[in-house]
């Protein structure tokens, strides 16, 4: 148990669907991420909030929306998904200043779009 | 943008034996770098964590050196145990981005 929760821990979509993943930090973290795990390939950072702000977009489709209503909770909204979008979700969170501390991931949300 | 290798890909030993995993990376201003380990189908747990301005960390039979001259970083395991069978990441961080290397997959044969 590292503090982070992540729902569903599995999901099966169709690509007209609309789904949401849903993370939550039990550790009074100020910063939260969003990355995406694809087999044989690096995690690839998509999104970071610090203090409920957005502060990194890495070039991440539109058919992917994050939300962060407060420090503790990160959405990823899913829309009109690709086969290629599937894939392992992972959240994180941190706390501290540019990076500086320990990241603290959650299990993963494992994808499936069909 | 920093881009971080790790080789092997993958790793087999006979239990008791030494790991040595190693991390390359390309951009030395980095602020830490921490190692994690993935078991399948599971999220990263972090191992160690290295301040850019330290050389190595330890916490029980690991250990993890950072040489930023060089761009190296490793992470040595002693007296492998088959529990120690998973993958292991690098990562560098810069500002809130860290960068993953692709990981190294340890198997280790009782």
């Known amino acids: 148990e590292t503090g982070v929760t992540q729902t569903p821990r599995h999901l099966v979509m169709g690509m007209t669907n609309k789904k949401s993943l849903k993370c939550e930090q039990h550790l009074g973290h100020n910063a939260m991420y969003w990355y995406k795990q694809s087999a044989k390939k690096p995690l690839e950072l998509m999104f970071v909030y610090n203090f409920k702000e957005q502060t990194e977009n890495n070039s991440v489709p539109s058919r992917f929306s994050p939300e962060c209503p407060n420090s503790s909770h990160l959405f990823l909204h899913l829309h009109t998904l690709q086969p290629e979008d599937s894939a392992l979700y992972l959240c994180?969170?941190?706390?501290?200043?540019?990076?500086?501390?320990?990241?603290?991931f959650g299990e993963g949300s494992w994808l499936t779009v069909v | 943008k920093q881009e971080v290798t790790q080789i092997p890909a993958a790793l087999s030993v006979p239990e008791g034996e030494n790991l040595v995993l190693n991390c390359s990376f390309t951009?030395?201003?980095?602020?830490?770098l921490q190692w994690f380990r993935q078991d399948p189908g599971k999220g990263l747990t972090s191992l160690l964590l290295?301040?850019?301005?330290?050389r190595e960390q330890t916490s029980g039979r690991l250990n993890a050196s950072l040489d930023k001259s060089s761009g190296r970083s490793t992470l040595y395991i002693a007296a492998s145990q088959p529990g120690d069978s998973a993958t292991y990441l690098c990562?560098?961080?810069?500002?809130?981005?860290?960068?993953f290397g692709a990981g190294t997959t340890v198997t280790v044969r009782a």
């Open positions: 994180a969170s941190s706390q501290g200043d540019r990076g500086l501390n320990t990241i603290y």
């Open positions: 951009d030395s201003a980095i602020y830490n």
């Open positions: 990562a560098f961080s810069n500002d809130y981005k860290l960068s």
């Open positions: 290295i301040q850019s301005s330290q």
